[in-house]
């Protein structure tokens, strides 16, 4: 169905434009990269542009179809990458906007611990749990997407559901909390108080630094309250007076945007647990950090 009739070009970018967020979502869902999100939009606007919008019934279900398509084949390319990836692997920051925090679930959905917990499904499942459990889609809808049949889907998200219910965080926790937090963990940094850092850290505390290979960063995960108090301050220490950290709303969520002079050098998110963190996710591949450094145009839901 191929068209150059300029009404109907407007009609499609329309459509494109109207549901973008959304596709942007899934997409980012599904690999865990903004950047890589993207170019899978790129991909299913091309595609898109050689569709007549009025032979489409249902254009968001046709939209997000091209977008669970583009998006399966590069995560299967990605997760190869991700095997030589260099130490721990986080999701690229996305900035978000405040109304996104106030969507209990969207913000649970894209949070860094929950991201990490998509990481361990198998593509298909993967898109599955998005597609039904993030934005509700019929399983009819999802076979389509993914080529499979609603009865095989049906499986698939009642497997995936298991698995990441068996990882997720125990609880969902409001923004207020985690900002409480980081506040307290802030204030601990900037003086160098190790023990307001241990007042602020769970004792099970996790670690997980992402420099990819480019910048430092501790190879392997960090356990427990004292160690990675003192691997925090530690680093600090390395650049005395010189590090900054400023709030920024990452992931649906509170985190930190750490600056050493004046530079971007990180985000920090935070898990928060019974009022401490539980998880810290710093991610300093500079790859990774395009978006904020550009200060991109925020998610809104």
Do not use: C
Not at 172 to 196: C, I, K, N, P
Not at 212 to 236: D, H
């Amino acid at each position: 169905m191929h068209r150059d009739d300029h009404a109907t070009t407007d009609q499609a970018t329309e459509a494109f434009a109207a549901h973008r967020n959304l596709l942007f979502t899934v997409a980012y869902e599904m690999l865990g990269s903004a950047a890589d999100a993207e170019d899978v939009l790129q991909e299913t606007w091309l595609r898109w542009a050689q569709v007549d919008p009025d032979q489409v019934r249902d254009q968001r279900a046709y939209l997000i179809r091209i977008t669970t398509r583009q998006s399966l084949n590069r995560l299967r390319s990605l997760s190869r990458r991700k095997e030589s990836y260099v130490g721990p692997w986080l999701p690229e920051p996305l900035l978000t906007t405040p109304d996104v925090a106030e969507d209990v679930e969207l913000a649970e959905s894209l949070s860094m611990a929950l991201m990490l917990v998509l990481e361990t499904l198998s593509p298909t499942e993967r898109a599955v749990f998005v597609l039904r459990e993030v934005f509700d889609l019929g399983y009819d809808e999802i076979a389509a997407a993914v080529d499979k049949s609603p009865a095989a889907v049906r499986q698939i998200a009642h497997r995936a559901r298991g698995h990441v219910d068996a990882r997720r965080p125990r609880a969902a926790v409001s923004a207020r909390e985690t900002r409480a937090a980081l506040e307290s963990f802030q204030r601990a940094l900037a003086t160098g108080d190790l023990q307001g850092l241990l007042d602020v850290l769970a004792p099970e505390v996790v670690l997980l630094s992402d420099g990819g290979g480019v910048k430092q960063a501790a190879l392997r995960p960090i356990l427990g309250a004292v160690k990675v108090a003192r691997f925090i301050i530690g680093g600090a220490a390395k650049h005395p007076g010189r590090i900054t950290t400023r709030p920024a709303l990452v992931n649906g969520a509170p985190a930190l945007a750490v600056h050493v002079d004046g530079e971007l050098d990180g985000v920090m998110a935070a898990r928060v647990e019974g009022g401490r963190i539980a998880g810290l996710y710093f991610v300093r591949n500079p790859h990774k950090l395009t978006r904020v450094r550009d200060a991109g145009t925020p998610l809104t839901r």
